[in-house]
């Protein structure tokens, strides 16, 4: 694989094609990580893993020397695909195969003899005999499966499951070159490969889960909110009954809750549940908190919040700057261990889990968090105290629910398109009477209007970014089934910044001139129920198309643009401010500005129901590396 840059440090031991000297042991690391960062490329380095991640104990990996099938070429071997290649024999005609089994820090390696974290030649039978301290020099090729994980037991011992690693086959020593500082390729191999897989929850069976179960009370009503909305969610952790827990794999162990009692630390929180509402969300109802578990197959619960209230639980919110933070915390007095305890040690106890409900409004139509636009994202994080060490996890298990939304996004900036401007506020009015503002029912009124009847006027504010995010716009009408309204022009609207932004002491100030037209007319009599389900949305959102263009007001956005979303997606549309009493003036150029007609910045996103999306420790399927596409080895002459 070529890079732009040099990925690699001596640690790598990459030996560039032409060296003289005698060549570095082949070593082969793999560590094992339970998280849902996003992937990237695989260098084969150790600077790959740039997080402190929760790492797969006890997973068994097995490692077989391939060849292409008959004489094709390297690049032909597909990992899932036995077809494409053949095992590699020894002299004895015995396959060449290594196994291992991750140590207490997700890794096998290679080493002197261990029970855990060495790669070890098997026999003829398939027993792991030998320890491997290199593996042999020249053009090799390997195929990577993982044949056994504590991380994919389901059962009776309640242990989520999880989709095993897919298998992978790269050459090792490893092929790379890369673009040295004077821009010339380097070509060379990899002797110490490291690898890191990642673990990334494929669905809702994960240790940590959050979706919306209800929209106004109504469980069967569609994933879509819009401002007055009020939504209930819940959001669930995992717990284990496994009998011999693995010491530090970042599970929550019943066993491990009851060791801490019994050790006499009982007071101090164990376990702790946080969620932050982005600022457009209000709490309604709750926090509440419940046990479940099924007790011989049969549904069981308990609410530990009451009442009465259970000992050692504490839940509450708190709201500040206009944000409520709920959270709740258990310690090891509390009834989750005495409950299932109680039952009769024939009776088998699984399924056991901790869920955290609450009901919030959406309240306003600008969100702080600058989600991804056409998304109303709400996050949750636990976390626990993981034995033998007794202390929390470096990082929280995080998990978001992501309803459909109608909404649009931009940044505002200063005239350099550089600087994100926060507090400029933005309105969406009526085509061709800028006086008439979209309130919260889906229809215009004048200021006074609105003010008089109570009726919340749509705006939204840059945060502290600069970003500007409109989210829960009422495009859809009530009915059953909720279709999109074109009535009173509900899916046609100008833009009009109605306060600029003042940053500090300075005051600056923006356009004057309303941007026509923000159009989501395209959806007009389109059922929800019939979105939702479209494959094409839920894989990339349905997007109106055409060009999106503040004018002479376009703020000049770098490439790659220096603004992002919450999902690290750059935004690269923004109107600019400027600040007179710094000499800035407006741009020069025509009187109004360049219709707005869609695309980028104005969408809408729909999303059925929860998207689960661990963002740390996550617990379900294994990316692996892109190395699994096997490259052929070029020589460099």
């Known amino acids: 694989m070529a890079f732009a840059t040099n990925p690699y440090d001596n640690s790598d031991d990459f030996v560039a094609d032409g060296s003289t000297g005698p060549k570095p042991a082949v070593t082969l690391t793999i560590t094992k990580l339970l998280t849902t960062h996003p992937g990237k490329a695989a260098t084969g380095s150790r600077k790959d893993i740039q997080t402190s991640e929760p790492l797969g104990v006890g997973v068994s990996f097995t490692l077989q020397e391939v060849k292409p099938a008959g004489s094709a070429q390297p690049d032909t071997m597909k990992p899932g695909t036995p077809s494409t290649y053949e095992l590699v024999k020894d002299a004895a005609g015995v396959p060449i195969v290594y196994k291992g089994v991750t140590n207490n820090v997700g890794q096998i390696t290679c080493g002197s003899d261990a029970a855990y974290g060495i790669w070890k030649r098997t026999d003829s039978v398939g027993n792991p005999t030998t320890a491997v301290g290199a593996f042999p020099d020249g053009e090799h090729y390997y195929l990577l499966t993982e044949t056994d994980s504590p991380y994919a037991a389901p059962g009776s011992t309640g242990q989520a499951s999880y989709e095993r690693s897919e298998p992978s086959i790269f050459d090792l020593p490893h092929r790379a070159s890369y673009k040295d500082s004077n821009d010339k390729t380097v070509n060379g191999l990899v002797y110490k490969v490291s690898i890191f897989l990642k673990n990334v929850a ?14 106004n009370g109504n469980a069967d009503a569609p994933q879509v909110v819009k401002v007055g909305d009020i939504i209930t969610y819940a959001i669930e952790q995992k717990l284990y009954v496994d009998p011999t827990p693995i010491p530090a794999d970042s599970k929550l162990d019943l066993a491990e809750i009851a060791n801490l009692r019994a050790s006499g630390d009982s007071t101090n929180p164990y376990f702790t549940f946080a969620d932050q509402l982005p600022s457009v969300l209000s709490l309604s109802s709750g926090p509440s908190l419940e046990l479940l578990w099924d007790q011989d197959g049969i549904p069981q619960s308990m609410l530990l919040t009451g009442p009465p209230a259970r000992s050692g639980v504490s839940c509450g919110s708190t709201t500040s700057s206009g944000i409520t933070s709920v959270s709740c915390s258990l310690s090891a007095t509390d009834d989750v261990i005495d409950t299932l305890n109680h039952h009769p040690a024939s009776s088998q106890v699984s399924n056991v889990r901790l869920r955290l409900q609450l009901s919030a409004q959406l309240t ?34 995080t998990a978001q629910s992501r309803l459909l939304s109608a909404g649009f996004q931009f940044v505002v900036t200063d005239l350099s398109g550089s600087t994100g401007l926060p507090g400029a506020k933005f309105r969406l009015t009526e085509p061709g009477n800028p006086d008439n503002y979209l309130c919260a029912d889906g229809k215009f009124y004048k200021e006074s209007e609105a003010a008089g009847a109570g009726i919340q006027i749509i705006e939204a504010v840059s945060n502290t970014d600069g970003v500007v995010t409109f989210v829960g716009l009422p495009l859809f009408d009530s009915g059953a089934p909720a279709v999109a309204s074109a009535a009173n022009n509900r899916l046609r609207f100008e833009l009009v910044e109605s306060h600029p932004p003042l940053v500090g002491s300075t005051q600056y100030e923006g356009p004057t001139v309303p941007f026509g037209m923000v159009d989501f007319s395209a959806f007009a009599g389109e059922k929800l129920s ?108």
Not at 540 to 561: C, E
Not at 574 to 597: D, F, H, M, R, S
Not at 605 to 615: D, E, P, S, T
């Open 530 to 637: 019939k979105l939702q389900v479209s494959k094409t949305i839920n894989k990339s959102g349905l997007t109106q198309q055409g060009s999106f263009s503040f004018g002479r007001f376009a703020a000049n956005i770098a490439n790659p643009s220096p603004h992002k979303d919450t999902d690290g997606n750059s935004i690269t549309l923004g109107v600019i401010n400027w600040a007179p009493e710094k000499g800035e003036i407006q741009p020069v150029g025509t009187v109004n500005a360049i219709p707005l007609t869609g695309g980028r910045g104005v969408a809408i996103f729909l999303i059925a129901g929860l998207l689960l999306m661990v963002a740390s420790y996550g617990m379900k399927h294994i990316h692996t590396p892109r190395m699994q596409q096997v490259r052929h080895r070029r020589s460099s002459k």
């Open 364 to 397: 306003t139509a600008s969100s702080n968090a600058a989600s991804a636009q056409g998304r109303l994202v709400n996050e949750a994080h636990t976390n626990f105290r993981d034995l033998p060490s007794g202390s929390f996890l470096g990082q929280d298990f």
């Open 202 to 215: 494929a669905d809702s069976k994960g240790d940590l889960t959050k979706r919306a179960v209800s929209i």
